[in-house]
C-alpha cells in the first residue's frame, strides 16, 4: 500500500522529497503523528456520535411510552363520551357503537 507523493506534498510539502531524477519519494515516519492525531479525532467523533445516538434512542424511547399512554386516554375517552350519550339518551354513531362494547348492548 502506498500514497500518492504528488498529493500528498500539497498537504505535508515536507515529508515528500524530490530525487535529483525528479521522482518523489514519501518519508513515512513523517505521517505517523498526523495519522495519530486523526484517529483522536475520529475517535471522538465516534464518542459523540455515540452519545447523540443514545439521546435520540432515549427519546424515542419516551415518545413511544407517551404515545401508547396518549392512546390509552383516549380509548378512556371514548367511552367516557359514550357513557354520557347514552345517559343523555342520544343515539350513538355506528362508530361509536363499535367502541362502546357490552354497554351499547342496551340500545
Same mark, same amino acid.
Given at each position: 500500500?502506498?500514497?500518492?507523493? #504528488?498529493? =500528498?506534498?500539497?498537504? $505535508?510539502?515536507?515529508?515528500?522529497?524530490?530525487?535529483?531524477?525528479?521522482? !518523489?519519494?514519501?518519508? $513515512?515516519?513523517?505521517?505517523?503523528?498526523?495519522?495519530? &492525531?486523526?484517529?483522536?479525532?475520529?475517535?471522538? !467523533?465516534?464518542?459523540?456520535? #455515540? *452519545?447523540?445516538?443514545?439521546? =435520540?434512542?432515549? @427519546?424515542?424511547?419516551? #415518545?413511544?411510552?407517551?404515545? %401508547?399512554? !396518549? @392512546? %390509552? *386516554?383516549?380509548?378512556?375517552?371514548? #367511552? %367516557?363520551?359514550? =357513557?354520557?350519550?347514552?345517559?343523555?339518551?342520544?343515539?350513538?354513531?355506528? *362508530? &361509536?357503537?363499535? =367502541?362502546?362494547?357490552?354497554?351499547?348492548?342496551? *340500545?
Amino acid at each position: 500500500m502506498g500514497l500518492i507523493a #504528488q498529493q =500528498l506534498e500539497k498537504i $505535508y510539502p515536507d515529508i515528500v522529497k524530490r530525487n535529483d531524477k525528479g521522482f !518523489l519519494s514519501v518519508s $513515512y515516519h513523517g505521517l505517523i503523528a498526523p495519522l495519530v &492525531e486523526a484517529v483522536k479525532e475520529l475517535h471522538q !467523533l465516534i464518542l459523540s456520535l #455515540q *452519545e447523540k445516538f443514545k439521546q =435520540l434512542f432515549d @427519546t424515542q424511547n419516551q #415518545q413511544q411510552f407517551e404515545i %401508547a399512554r !396518549l @392512546t %390509552a *386516554e383516549l380509548a378512556q375517552q371514548k #367511552q %367516557a363520551f359514550i =357513557l354520557l350519550k347514552q345517559a343523555l339518551k342520544q343515539p350513538l354513531s355506528t *362508530e &361509536e357503537r363499535g =367502541l362502546c362494547g357490552a354497554p351499547c348492548a342496551a *340500545e
